[in-house]
């Protein structure tokens, strides 16, 4: 009997997983079945392009018909429920698929940490809608606004997402003349939390190049629909940041469709637990991505990165067709490779592997901010369409 296998999700690990299934099968030795709920792979780590110009859109969305071999079975729609007990996913408008074996790779949702409003009153960046919606809003703003009333945009998280963002809305503003100020607010003391100064001060720098200003040291602590409060206590009160758009880029938390699901999960974030062979607590359930906590030692996870994700989609794919065949599973160990942040026009590389120096930015931080876009697009998709979208990563 034929097992059937399922993948949840079409981002990094999801698409990246079906590719590695699909080529470690042998036709007939499973039914694969990719269930997302859009048609397309969204080059997340690029979305911020569309903030400024929507009409790259087209340079950052992959069809999954152009990834998926014919033979895999793709199902529009959103998984509400896993039924680990009868091996079932139920979806949005009430069908099930049943699964021998399922891959959950559905990434994660904003953490907002019960911020009074702020979920109410912000956008967020983890979709291609949202990505239209903020250049909208951006752009009512900057049509509202004068130079003696210059619109307020805010960018909250000044971590990979938040400073990329704010990048792409100082470019906006200076395409369009547009009457903006961006502010970009982070709780902690500095810009991109936890990283090496070094990379943190060539970030600074440009960011200051393209006056986004920046605030750091205090956290949001309440939002309404004017005004963001910042810090405050028992003896102070918050420092006021009237805003017209406010982006929330401050975390990440797990999905609620698997929150019930019987599978061992982090009770604060409700990601769930995998161990470096992505199987969870359920022999059934592989999980990966964001979506995951993957062990990577007694103390230690994967980042929740698009690099992991991509360096993990390889070895589950293969692991979910060992697991049809009854063979051994094999561990994953994460690689950091380096990190490239995009400020605009320009770039940032650190610690990047195989570079003499350790931290630059510049054309050659462009150039390889664009090549790692291309090199999965083509890894994905064809060498023709990382091409094609070469110009506007």
């Known amino acids: 009997m034929t097992d059937d296998v399922v993948v949840v999700g079409s981002g990094y690990a999801g698409a990246g997983a079906v590719k590695a299934f699909e080529d470690a099968v042998e036709p007939g030795e499973a039914n694969l079945t990719w269930i997302s709920d859009v048609d397309y792979h969204l080059v997340l780590h690029e979305a911020h392009r569309c903030v400024r110009d929507p009409t790259v859109e087209s340079k950052v969305t992959i069809p999954v018909e152009e990834i998926k071999e014919p033979r895999t079975t793709f199902r529009q729609g959103r998984v509400t429920e896993l039924d680990a007990d009868e091996r079932e996913l139920e979806l949005d408008d009430g069908e099930t698929v049943s699964y021998d074996y399922c891959l959950l790779a559905v990434g994660t949702r904003t953490a907002f940490y019960g911020i009074d409003g702020l979920e ?174 993957v062990e990577q030692g007694e103390e230690d996870v994967a980042p929740p990165t698009a690099q992991a994700a991509w360096q993990a989609a390889e070895v589950a794919g293969e692991n979910l067709a060992r697991k049809v065949r009854g063979a051994p599973l094999k561990s994953w160990t994460h690689e950091d490779k380096g990190t490239l942040i995009s400020v605009g026009e320009k770039a940032v590389a650190h610690d990047v592997v195989g570079m003499p120096i350790q931290t630059f930015g510049g054309p050659g931080a462009v150039f390889l901010k664009k090549f790692v876009a291309a090199r999965w697009i083509a890894q994905v998709s064809s060498v023709g369409r990382a091409v094609g979208a070469w110009t506007d990563m």
């Not at 547009?178 to 500095?190: Q, R």
């Not at 019987?262 to 359930?285: L, P």
């Open 120 to 293: 109410e009153h912000s956008l967020t960046l983890k979709s291609l809608e949202d990505a239209r919606e903020i250049n909208r809003q951006v752009s009512d703003a900057a049509d509202a606004a004068t130079a003696e009333d210059p619109a307020e945009v805010i960018v909250g998280g000044a971590g990979l997402s938040g400073i990329q963002t704010a990048g792409e809305i100082a470019e906006y503003r200076d395409d369009h003349d547009a009457h903006l100020n961006v502010t970009l607010v982070e709780g902690l003391d500095e810009i991109f939390p936890g990283n090496d100064p070094e990379v943190q001060g060539k970030l600074r720098k440009y960011l200051d190049q393209q006056d986004v200003a920046i605030e750091t040291g205090e956290f949001i602590s309440e939002v309404d629909d004017e005004t963001v409060y910042v810090g405050g206590g028992e003896d102070e009160a918050p420092a006021e940041m009237a805003y017209d758009v406010l982006i929330w880029t401050g975390g990440i938390t797990g999905r609620d469709e698997f929150a019930e699901a019987d599978v061992d999960k982090d009770e604060r974030s409700k990601r769930v637990h995998a161990d470096a062979t992505f199987q969870t607590s359920d022999d059934r359930v592989f999980a990966m991505g964001d979506t995951a906590l």
